[in-house]
T-cell receptor, first 113, second 112 residues
Framework: EPEVTQTPSHQVTQMGQEVILRCVPI?????FYWYRQILGQKVEFLVS????????KSEIFDDQFSVERPDGSNFTLKIRSTKLEDSAMYFC???????????FGNGTRLTVT | KQEVTQIPAALSVPEGENLVLNCSFT??????LQWFRQDPGKGLTSLLL?????REQTSGRLNASLDKSSGRSTLYIAASQPGDSATYLC???????????FGSGTRLLVRP
């Protein structure tokens, strides 16, 4: 069964460094998302992306964050200058269309020291 | 602002029991509701999606119901098995929005 893949599974970075989280959504899906889950807290929406542009973003998704679909298969989340509070599990998801079920990857655990 | 609540936070049952997980939401203007399963250190696996016009969805031993007007959904698991042990999350999507709003989950342990 097709799945969403994320790399790396765990990323450790120092405060102030840039980090790029990578995702390969399911190939025929058109909508892409990033969510995060801080340890012990709820899963939170960050951003949705369709037709090569952001369709919706949350208050968390400030100027430090950006997303890109650099080619036909990858979808990336960049954090320009990481803070301690960015430490979380970051999940990528995709869906066939906007109302269809979301399929999530296994996540990237980001640790900012 | 939409708030999604799941009760109970944790549940431990012996194998074979039928069980019900609850999800409530404060704003009934939802587009759909999705139930997920999350295993430790893993991503979320979609279990069932109910559109706002539907009352229930079934997949194998799972049945999810939706009462939009009262702001409630239940996930019924029949004949529970140890392999069902996981955290179960519900999430709602509002009209005119792409984002899912998640509850905090119910952590289920099915004892052999």
């Amino acid at each position: 069964e097709p799945e969403v893949t994320q790399t790396p599974s765990h990323q450790v970075t120092q405060m102030g460094q840039e980090v790029i989280l990578r995702c390969v959504p399911i190939s025929n899906h058109l909508y892409f998302y990033w969510y995060r889950q801080i340890l012990g807290q709820k899963v939170e929406f960050l951003v949705s992306f369709y037709n090569n542009e952001i369709s919706e973003k949350s208050e968390i998704f400030d100027d430090q964050f950006s997303v890109e679909r650099p080619d036909g298969s990858n979808f990336t989340l960049k954090i320009r200058s990481t803070k301690l509070e960015d430490s979380a599990m970051y999940f990528c998801a995709s869906s066939e269309e906007g109302t269809a079920p979301l399929h999530f990857g296994n996540g990237t655990r980001l640790t900012v020291t | 602002k939409q708030e999604v609540t799941q009760i109970p936070a944790a549940l431990s049952v012996p194998e074979g029991e039928n069980l019900v997980l609850n999800c409530s939401f404060t704003d009934s203007a939802i587009y759909n509701l999705q139930w997920f399963r999350q295993d430790p250190g893993k991503g979320l696996t979609s279990l069932l999606l109910i559109q706002s016009s539907q009352r229930e969805q079934t997949s194998g031993r799972l049945n999810a119901s939706l009462d939009k007007s009262s702001g409630r959904s239940t996930l019924y698991i029949a004949a529970s098995q140890p392999g069902d042990s996981a955290t179960y999350l519900c999430a709602v999507r509002m009209d005119s929005s792409y984002k899912l709003i998640f509850g905090s989950g119910t952590r289920l342990l099915v004892r052999p």
